[in-house]
């Protein structure tokens, strides 16, 4: 009886132990997963409480949108944003991603508007989180745009949600952002992309740009590093404009460090295809996304508003959609775009007066 009672309280010490120590490795990736202050992501401002027709319905449960917003396009995050508030009921955060010499301006155009009422958070990008991780040519150092890699570093932007939105500067929401989010990811999937091959805008031809709708329009299939990857140059790309993020996945997986390894690569090997000329953020999301990404409604991301100045879709298509996309070089801020007047409405003008439509004067800007 006395071995067993000695059995008995060894067994029990071992669980007490086996327990502590659970406990603190639980703690450990807690701490892992949540580390959210790398160098040069530092949140400056604040989230206003939750305004009161969201309370009163109960409609407590929140969406984090993220969406970046530089100097000189800083009305078209403004019209982003503004087009997403109304249209949900929905208990919307804004996670806007700015430089620093922007965030007094960015601060002033929403206390001092309409848009006094957003929640939002505005976050410090400092580009030297891309040293060593993109190519400058000194001879063009002012095209290279630090805040298109934002969406790159999704975890440490929105430390404490499990899923996100993210948006470009240069869409227009017509609908309710609730179910863009509500989008279903499948078991393992980190993101869910508009595949460019499913779109129902893949039939609109960009000019010059190559073959956009596959891997080899921006993959160099020359370079051994891609032909490694087995990754079929005919593949369906997508576009990483719009997507909605699984963030637990997101850290599960590392995505974060994988995109910066291939980043780091293409310094070093030059694996991206020239004949889409400054596209440096799609290829590494296309490589880690190989295969392993679920798709949004096409009518989520209609986009190629901004190809050219001609309509390439009919009103009717356009006012059905449930996001518009103006990527491409023309923006509705500035030279003539199809569909600007709808860009437009969401515009909030800038109080300090420095960001200004350049639109009217298009023609004389074409003539240069």
């Known amino acids: ?5 000695i059995l008995i309280v060894a067994v029990v010490i071992f669980l007490l132990v086996l327990h502590h120590n659970f406990l603190g490795l639980s703690d450990f990736l807690k701490r892992e997963l949540s580390d959210s202050n790398p160098l040069g992501l530092q949140p400056v401002d604040f989230i206003p409480a939750v305004p ?3 309370t009163d319905e109960g409609n407590d449960k929140e969406i984090s949108v993220v969406i970046a917003a530089s100097d000189e396009r800083l009305g078209g995050a403004i019209a982003a944003m503004n087009s997403i508030y109304r249209h949900t009921r929905s208990n919307v955060v804004f996670h806007i991603v700015t430089l620093n010499d922007t965030v007094d301006h960015l601060r002033l155009w929403l206390s001092n508007t309409a848009l006094k009422n957003l929640r939002y958070r505005i976050v410090d990008f400092d580009p030297r989180l891309l040293e060593g991780r993109v190519q400058v040519d000194p001879q063009q150092a002012d095209t290279l745009k630090p805040l298109t890699f934002a969406r790159f570093y999704l975890p440490s932007l929105v430390p404490h949600a499990e899923k996100a939105i993210y948006v470009d500067d240069d869409i227009i929401v017509q609908d309710d952002i609730l179910e863009l989010y509500n989008t279903p990811l499948k078991p393992g999937h980190a993101a ?3 595949d460019d ?3 129902t805008t893949n039939k609109v031809a960009v000019r010059g740009a190559g073959n956009q ?5 921006f993959l160099d299939y020359k370079k051994e590093t891609i ?3 087995a990754m079929k140059a005919n593949t369906c790309s997508f576009n990483p404009g719009v997507f909605v993020a699984n963030l637990t996945e997101w850290k599960l997986q590392n995505i974060t460090k994988q995109l910066e390894k291939w980043m780091a690569l293409n310094v070093a090997e030059e694996l991206y295809s020239r004949t889409l000329a ?6 590494p999301l296309l490589i880690v996304f190989y295969k392993q990404h679920s798709s949004i409604d096409p009518m989520w991301n209609v986009r190629h508003l901004g190809s050219s100045a001609g309509k390439r879709y009919s009103p009717q298509f356009v006012k059905a959609a449930k996001l518009l996309h103006w990527n491409g070089h023309f923006k509705p801020w500035g030279r003539t775009a199809s569909y600007a007047e709808i860009w437009e409405k969401w515009y909030v003008p800038d109080p300090t007066g420095k960001f200004s439509l350049i639109r009217r004067h298009s023609e004389a800007y074409e003539a240069k």
């Open 1 to 5: 009886s006395v071995n067993i009672s």
């Open 52 to 54: 009161q027709r969201l």
């Open 192 to 194: 869910a992309f508009s």
């Open 197 to 199: 091959c499913d779109s």
């Open 213 to 217: 709708y596959n891997y080899i329009g």
């Open 227 to 229: 032909r490694k990857l």
């Open 278 to 283: 400054g596209s440096i953020t799609t290829p």
